[in-house]
């Protein structure tokens, strides 16, 4: 189990740049794959970009890639997410997601945990 905290969301320009971070406790943070999704008003909740758990392998949608970065730092129990070059369109709630699966050393069955952070809200101004 993780818990997850975003923060870093404001009220920024067309064209501005935002970081957002996502700080996790309990659990081992490494054992999760991490993720970034959005949801704007009246909209279903979109993925925006993962990351591994070891920092090696990341996926962006076709709507942020080349704008946005994801990261993480296994030390820090942290996950981030660089926004550049934002839109109008970017406006949305953001939520940090933690993934784990795999297989469980001691009863040997598999699983597929996701947790979720309350979200921090992206406004981007024309």
């Known amino acids: 189990q993780v818990h997850l905290a975003e923060s870093g969301g404001g009220l920024v320009q067309a064209g501005d740049s935002l970081r957002l971070s996502c700080a996790a406790s309990?659990?081992?943070?490494?054992?999760?794959?991490m993720g970034w999704f959005r949801q704007a008003p009246g909209k279903e909740r979109e993925f925006i970009a993962a990351i591994s758990r070891s920092g090696i392998y990341t996926r962006y949608a076709d709507s942020v890639k080349g704008r946005f970065t994801i990261g993480r730092d296994n030390a820090g129990n942290m996950a981030s997410l660089q926004m550049y070059s934002l839109k109008p369109e970017d406006t949305a709630v953001y939520y940090c997601?933690?993934?784990?699966?795999?297989?469980?050393?001691?009863?040997?069955?598999?699983?597929?945990?996701?947790?979720w952070g309350r979200g921090t809200q992206v406004t981007v101004s024309s």
């Open positions: 309990g659990g081992t943070f490494s054992e999760y794959m």
């Open positions: 997601n933690a993934n784990g699966i795999g297989t469980d050393p001691v009863s040997a069955q598999a699983y597929d945990y996701d947790y």
